[in-house]
């Protein structure tokens, strides 16, 4: 993720009123310094330097006439959901609408500012029952292992059974999405509040109650989970849920576990173009007869970051919930190790 230097201010275009006052509460809720411009053809350099481009709705349209160059990180933001259909591709700006996405402007003001932040990681399964939500486990616990901050573990999946199940936190107090779901505005920190199993704040489903998961609150808690902790992981699932997808568009790393099997790298073909994961890169989980990774680097188009063992202890591990990288699995525990080595370090990005 590109990080910009802290001069840089957020550019809001809006004219006074209900939604450039909820432009600027989320502006000042993130400690961020903003720019207001009320008429577009005063937006000179700004549009170039700014950090973060919020337009409302209402100017959307002289904005788009004015034919600027193409940039990052523009939100067309307000409460007339057709203006902000029509505008966001012509600006190439995502839509929030307010007041229902104030939670969200806040996350992505927030990200989009250099504050200094946790790495977000998510692992995605390149097939079904691949190993994606242990590795994402043994990535947060191992992170957690490393420094006093400790690292969050977000379960984003509303189909995976609970990842407080494979940590055996179901029963450490705390709270789950269910109360997450609604949260809103500028969130503080959130440790005191989420159960904490081996250093890691773990974020997990709740089983019955049939839930929505909202993207809103997700880039919200993200964006909290990452100013208190070292390292955040998400486990989104193989679903096309909106709040999947949000997970998945909100790591600063994408890594796709695959199986070295011509079934799996069929599989994980499918999900890089389903889930758009053009910038992952692969986590290849090698078994007996597995194929060669730099072929399946080759068939899969993404690069391979790191190779993973078949661990037998896991499955039994996991059904006594006992966390994946606790206990006697040193081989598996060695080379997520070296994994997380590397998503820390920043290598090969
Ligand atoms: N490297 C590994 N070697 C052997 N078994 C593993 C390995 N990784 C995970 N497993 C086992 O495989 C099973 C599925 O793991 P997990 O739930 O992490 O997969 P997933 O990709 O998240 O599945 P889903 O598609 O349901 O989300 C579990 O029993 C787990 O213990
Ligand atoms: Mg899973």
Do not use: F
């Not at 947060?140 to 990842?163: K, T, Y």
């Not at 188009?301 to 661990?311: H, I």
């Amino acid at each position: 993720m590109a990080q910009l230097s802290p001069s840089r201010p957020v550019l809001v275009v809006a004219a006074p009123g209900d939604t450039q006052d909820s432009i600027l509460s989320a502006v000042a809720a993130q400690e961020l310094d903003a720019e207001v411009v009320t008429e577009p053809e005063r937006l000179g350099e700004l549009w170039r330097t700014a950090s973060t481009v919020i337009v409302a709705d209402d100017l959307a349209e002289l904005v788009a006439g004015r034919a600027l160059p193409h940039r990052e990180g523009v939100y067309v933001v307000g409460p007339e959901p057709e203006k902000l259909s029509m505008w966001s591709a012509p600006l190439s700006a995502r839509v929030i609408p307010l007041p229902e996405g104030a939670a969200w402007l806040g996350a992505v003001l927030g990200e989009g500012s250099s504050r200094s932040r946790a790495p977000v990681v998510a692992v995605i399964g390149g097939s079904g029952g691949v190993g994606a939500s242990t590795l994402a486990a043994a990535l947060a616990q191992l992170s957690a292992a490393r420094g006093p901050s400790g690292a969050a573990l977000v379960d984003a999946d509303s189909l995976g059974g609970g990842i407080d199940l494979l940590l055996g936190a179901e029963r450490v107090q705390g709270w789950r999405w269910p109360r997450l779901n609604s949260a809103e505005g500028h969130l503080g920190d959130l440790r005191p509040y989420l159960p904490v199993v081996d250093g890691v704040s773990v974020v997990s489903m709740a089983r019955g109650a049939e839930l929505d998961l909202a993207r809103e609150p997700l880039a919200a808690i993200v964006a909290s989970l990452c100013t208190w902790h070292s390292a955040v992981v998400l486990d989104p699932g193989r679903s096309k849920a909106p709040a999947a997808r949000e997970a998945v568009r909100l790591a600063s790393r994408q890594l796709l576990l695959v199986s070295a099997s011509v079934r799996g790298v069929a599989a994980a073909r499918q999900a890089v173009a389903g889930h758009d994961l053009e910038r992952a890169e692969l986590v290849v989980r090698r078994g007996r007869g597995a194929l060669p990774s730099d072929l399946v680097a080759e068939a899969v188009g993404l690069p391979v970051l790191a190779e993973l063992p078949e661990e037998r202890g896991l499955a039994g591990a996991a059904e006594r919930g006992e966390p994946p990288a606790r206990g006697a699995r040193r081989g598996y525990r060695k080379a997520v190790d070296r994994l997380l080595d590397l998503v820390l370090s920043g290598a090969g990005e």
